[in-house]
């Protein structure tokens, strides 16, 4: 079978999502596939990839062919491209920057630093829930006050990033998301992290999305990730705190945005460092799954050994509904029964042409004349023709 690079990735992912060890899935595939399996370091590198909330299969982008020798003009070519910009790239082998790198300018390897980050409403006064209030009947006031302000809050595996009111706006455009409240938040990032890649974790939200907004990020070598429905906000910190402040009365809406700040660093590091790990898990559902990648987890199951419905049973359990039907796991257990050897699609004959030009009516005539029993179909297949242009050109034209 030709299993290519993202092939093999998609399997490691699979293996992942199964709760393997690096170990179990390495001995895995070594049963499956010999001397054709990947090499213990790289399932080490893609589990910790997907640990972190990788959702593509596909290679980074490379520039040109990489130079392999290690000079000393290499290793002032590195120093001088991490002086000028830390998150540079260099045409050399990958085996050679991380000599330069690891032996000769003693740079180690930083992992990204993933921010998320959202808006959400900040009320003066949030009524108590019925679990927090013993006498919840005989409460007086039992809504939220009128006063409010919007904030955008961040925050990271390590805790609370940053917390910006939009104080004298109620919406959030570009133009303030640009100019002033992602420049604090990457100023403080900076001060804590000043080696470290950056990845933003948002919404699809307008101001968000903006052609503005992304040219500012590019700028900053700021990464984006895209996720409206997995945020650590709206599954941690906005329930987490809003629960801490109900019941209390703020006399203003700055007030209220000081008790919010005050709330979100009080909760222990511990916290924020679960509260990421569930979300990097949550995220792997997520990964994109083309139709060749599938293909290539069928088969390691059929070469496993397991059934039809076995193999649909561990799809279902690892992927739910994104996971491939009944009749795609029969259909290729049936094709690598008979010897197939590439998951990719088979080759198709274009579009039908459509167009009555006179060559085609001259083509209609001639097949009726050979064969006055001619069929629409054998027509169709002999002409590559639609069945409306046949009948066009028999009930118009001839």
């Known amino acids: 079978m030709e299993l290519n690079r993202e092939n093999f990735r998609a399997i490691i992912y699979y293996n992942f999502q199964r709760q393997l060890s690096q170990h179990e899935c390495l001995a895995e595939l070594l049963s499956v596939f010999g001397n054709e399996a990947p090499h213990q370091s790289t399932i080490f590198r893609w589990y910790g990839e997907f640990k972190r909330g990788r959702v593509s299969l596909s290679d980074d982008p490379r520039v040109g062919a990489p130079k392999t020798a290690d000079t000393q003009e290499n290793v002032d070519a590195v120093h001088k491209l991490i002086i000028e910009d830390r998150h540079a790239s260099l045409k050399i082998s990958k085996t050679s920057i991380q000599k330069n790198l690891h032996e000769e300018l003693g740079v180690r390897k930083l992992e990204p630093v993933i921010v998320s980050g959202d808006e959400l409403w900040i009320y003066c006064y949030e009524p108590e829930n019925k679990r927090q209030s013993a006498v919840w009947p005989s409460k007086v006031i039992r809504s939220r006050s009128v006063s409010k302000t919007m904030v955008a809050t961040f925050a990271s595996k390590a805790g609370h990033t940053a917390t910006i009111p939009l104080n004298e706006q109620r919406t959030v455009t570009a133009d303030w998301y640009t100019t002033i409240c992602l420049p604090k938040v990457i100023t403080e990032l900076r001060k804590i992290n000043p080696e470290r890649r950056f990845i933003l974790h948002q919404d699809n939200a307008s101001s968000h999305t903006a052609q503005k907004t992304r040219q500012y990020l590019t700028e900053e070598n700021v990464e984006l990730l895209y996720s409206p429905d997995l945020s650590p906000n709206d599954s941690f910190t906005f329930p987490k705190i809003k629960n801490r402040l109900r019941g209390q009365r703020l006399q203003s809406p700055e007030e209220a ?127 590559k023709i639609s069945k409306t242009s046949i009948q066009k050109n028999l009930d118009e034209e001839l």
């Not at 924020?272 to 199951?301: D, G, S, T």
């Not at 039809?308 to 359990?317: F, I, K, M, R």
């Open 257 to 383: 945005v000081d008790a919010f700040k005050n709330a979100v660093l009080d909760l222990p590091a511990n916290e924020w460092n679960k509260c990421f790990e569930n979300w990097f898990e949550r995220m792997q559902i997520k990964m994109e799954l083309n139709r060749e990648h599938f293909r290539a987890i069928i088969y390691y199951n059929f070469q496993r050994q397991l059934s039809q419905q076995e193999c649909l049973d561990e799809l279902l359990t690892v992927f739910g509904n994104e996971a491939p039907h009944q009749s795609t796991i029969s259909r290729w257990y049936g094709e690598f029964k008979r010897g197939r050897v590439s998951l990719s699609d088979d080759p198709r004959v274009g579009a039908p042409k459509t167009a009555v030009t006179q060559e085609n009516v001259d083509a209609v005539r001639k097949l009726i004349i050979e064969d006055r029993h001619v069929t629409y179909c054998e027509i169709e297949a002999s002409l």
